[in-house]
């Protein structure tokens, strides 16, 4: 899970990130009626988010005035300049790179409003401007740029291979991309949200506050938040890892369960970071990077065994729920076909490099 988790300072950078992102798609758009409606979705998904960050004011030593999104561009620069200056591992921008290149501006928040929200479109000059946008933002991250492009790509690659051509492809890179979880977390999951990932996303929020803050946190691109070993005891766990080593019953697993269809976009988002950023480590051993890749390897396997675990009692109890027996079936299917494709990534990497001889 460390892989994937981000510490919240780093989180802050993220949401700061799509904040300034969602911004400028503003600043671009001349439909009067549409900038007000844009101005109010930027306005409900800081307040959200303020609200994510404040929740974990108890596990983090971060100050309470400092968990905030970054709305001043010149601040956020100057905290990535400061969090770069003691890097952990070369790991960490790369996945804030990743999760603001498939970020989806404009997904619902659980508000009234989400209907008008849904109509919204990126202004044509943005649509044109996103890639470079996005690289000006690797720039100060200090990440190669040409990743924003590979990122893309290879998920648009990987959703197709997980879905099977279930979905069309201008909807999958176009809305399925981040807006599946939130619309599908939104519609039909929503007492799951509330009784499950409030407390675990935004512990000590209720009612309304919780589910908007559980949505843009989802959203944003974070998954689950709880004392992992990172700085300041929390870990805003993003690039896919959502789907390692989760409980069939438990947390996001229980999401999963719930909605199947969620589980896509996540393996296809960690597959993305398995090959491009960790199967891909310049200056990094290849044995070590081999270790990396089988531990993820074995965690995805570990929870692809809770969810056959789950659908073994189901199995024998006849009284149980055919709708979840028939969604875990369907998780395991996208499961499975996740560790079929990160196996041949890992192959073909061994290949590459001599079987690390």
């Not at 400028?24 to 009067?32: F, G, K, M, P, V």
């Amino acid at each position: 899970m460390k892989e994937f988790g981000l510490s919240l300072e780093w989180a802050i950078v993220m949401f700061s990130y799509e904040y300034h992102l969602t911004l400028e798609d503003i600043r671009y758009e001349t439909d009067s009626a549409q900038k007000i409606f844009k101005k109010h979705w930027l306005s409900k998904f800081t307040e959200s988010i303020n609200n994510f960050l404040q929740s974990q004011v108890q596990e983090s030593k971060i100050p309470e005035k400092e968990l905030r999104i970054f709305t001043d561009f010149t601040e956020l620069k100057n905290q990535v300049e400061k969090l770069l200056s003691n890097l952990e591992s070369p790991k960490i921008p790369k996945l804030v790179l990743l999760n603001l290149s498939l970020f989806v501006i404009y997904h619902p928040l659980g508000v009234e409003e989400d209907e008008q929200y849904a109509k919204l479109k990126l202004s044509d000059k943005f649509r044109s401007r996103i890639v470079q946008t996005l690289e000006s933002y690797a720039k100060i991250l200090q990440v190669e740029k040409y990743l924003v492009t590979i990122f893309k790509s290879s998920y648009k690659k990987f959703m197709s291979e997980l879905q099977e051509q279930q979905f069309p492809l201008n909807l999958i890179f176009g809305g399925l991309i981040g807006a599946v979880v939130v619309a599908v977390a939104a519609a039909v999951a929503m007492p799951l949200v509330i009784a499950v990932l409030a407390p675990l996303l935004a512990p000590g929020l209720s009612g309304a506050a919780a589910i908007s803050a559980v949505l843009a946190a989802l959203g944003g691109g974070a998954i689950a938040a709880g004392g992992f070993g990172m700085a300041g005891g929390v870990a805003v766990i993003v690039g896919g890892g959502a789907i390692l080593g989760v409980g069939a019953g438990t947390g996001v697993g229980a999401l999963f369960t719930q909605s199947p269809e969620l589980v896509i976009p996540e393996a296809a988002k960690f597959l993305v970071a398995f090959n491009d950023i960790i199967l891909a480590q310049k200056n990094v051993p290849c044995t070590q990077i081999k270790a990396e890749a089988k531990e993820l390897i074995q965690k995805l396997r570990n929870s692809i065994r809770s969810y056959e675990d789950r659908l073994s009692e189901l199995n024998i109890n006849s009284q149980a729920n055919q709708k979840e027996t028939d969604n875990i079936k369907k998780v395991l299917s996208y499961l499975n076909k996740a560790i079929e494709i990160a196996e041949r990534l890992l192959s073909e990497f061994l290949i590459r490099h001599n079987f690390c001889k």
